[in-house]
């Protein structure tokens, strides 16, 4: 639908959020606000965005090639698989936004903000920016361990050399092994292997397969070594997304999913869907869960029952910040409050721990409740 500038201020002000699908190609809209408001799928094509707000916007799949978005503010929006191919994004502040598999080839990054606190994994056309993020800024920020960015010149301090040297002569060839691990990747990989021991299929994010994870010695095989064993999260999931009759949009989305647990016997029967937000925006998480959810109920071609749960896994800090994400009026419309619980990272890993020393029996004792012990509802 192609709708002007005026227009969309005029409708914005009077309350409306969802845009999703418009077509505002070449338009300016030179400091306008549309923070939280659903863009998806938008046609912003060449338009003029500078200094606009877009802060929490949907713009999953949306149209800004060749698009100006000069100190644009951007924080916290998702803008998953989004074509930025020529855009001009100086001074625009990405600080945790969600540009995962975005296109950005020849787009104008140079003086952008706060991109090492977005999420921009399998990102098209930002080798360049990669080099530049410090070592330190992704050990901070917990986000991007998986690349492999250029040694920070800094200085390990005392306590840094000292357990460096002793892992160094305890496992001198593993050092050099040893691949760096986001919190994520760690949770994705426990959460996949606790749904196979309860006998469930199990699907992780389509552009996650091709990251290393590690664990503990509690596996053993050829490739334990030590304290650790390396893996790669394909090896923890099915080959093919396992969910069919959503709308191929849905489906794109859907198969971002952090983890999908699924029946063994029924194919059309979801266990839990479950999403993972250390750092990154819990709102971009909980829209893609949403859309699962609503395709579901609103097409009953699916013929899946659209009574499973969903979880959002956080640091125990986050609770408040997604209690306050559930209240938002799309979260309400969707009744994700209903069926979506919080669990704390904290405790799946204590959780975990007690599984792989046989503390606990994950069959016997506690069978498919074992998530619900640990999680809580709002």
């Known amino acids: 639908m192609k709708i002007n500038a005026n227009k ?4 914005y002000a009077e ?5 999703h699908g418009c077509d505002l190609s070449d338009a300016d809209l030179t400091e306008i606000d549309l923070s939280f408001a659903n863009l998806s799928g938008a046609d912003f094509s060449n338009a003029n965005l500078n200094n606009s707000n877009l802060s929490y916007t949907n713009l999953i799949s949306a149209k800004l090639r060749g698009a100006s978005l000069e100190e644009a503010n951007l924080k916290w929006s998702d803008i998953i698989y989004a074509d930025l191919r020529d855009a001009n994004l100086q001074g625009a502040d990405l600080e945790w936004a969600n540009l995962r598999s975005a296109k950005l080839t020849n787009a104008n990054y140079q003086t952008v903000k706060n ?7 399998d990102a098209i056309g930002l080798g360049k920016i990669l080099e530049e993020i410090e070592e330190s800024d992704m050990i901070q920020l917990n986000l991007f361990e998986e690349y492999r960015i250029k040694q920070s010149k800094r200085k390990l301090n005392v306590n840094q050399s000292i357990k460096r040297e002793s892992f160094q002569q305890k496992y001198p060839p593993a050092l050099a092994l040893l691949p760096k691990i986001s919190r994520h990747t760690k949770m994705q990989a426990i959460l996949a292997e606790i749904g196979q021991k309860l006998g469930h299929r199990v699907w992780i994010a389509r552009n996650d397969h091709s990251k290393d994870y590690t664990f503990g010695d509690y596996r053993f095989g050829d490739d334990t070594f030590g304290d650790y064993r390396f893996g790669k999260l394909k090896e923890l999931t099915m ?15 859907s198969k971002l999913i952090d983890v999908i647990w699924l029946d063994k016997n029924d194919q059309f029967k979801v266990v839990a869907l479950f999403e993972i937000e250390c750092t990154t ?5 909980l829209l893609r869960m949403g859309d699962f959810v609503a ?4 097409n009953p071609v699916t013929f899946i ?3 499973f749960p969903i979880y959002v896994v956080i640091p125990q800090q986050r609770k408040k910040e997604l209690q306050t994400q559930l209240s938002r009026p799309i979260f309400q419309y969707l009744e994700l409050h209903k069926s979506c619980k919080g669990i704390n990272i904290e405790d799946i890993e204590r959780c975990w721990e007690d599984i792989i020393k046989q503390k606990i029996n994950i069959k016997q004792e506690i069978k498919q409740n074992i998530i619900d012990i640990i999680a809580y509802s709002f």
């Open 115 to 121: 991109i090492e606190r977005a999420d921009i994994t």
């Open 281 to 285: 925006a819990i709102h971009s998480g």
């Open 305 to 307: 029952d659209p009574y």
């Open 8 to 11: 969309l201020k005029q409708l």
């Open 15 to 19: 309350g409306r959020r969802d845009f």
């Open 295 to 298: 395709n579901v109920k609103l």
């Open 239 to 253: 080959e093919g997304f396992p969910v069919g009759g959503l709308e191929k949009k849905v489906e794109k989305i």
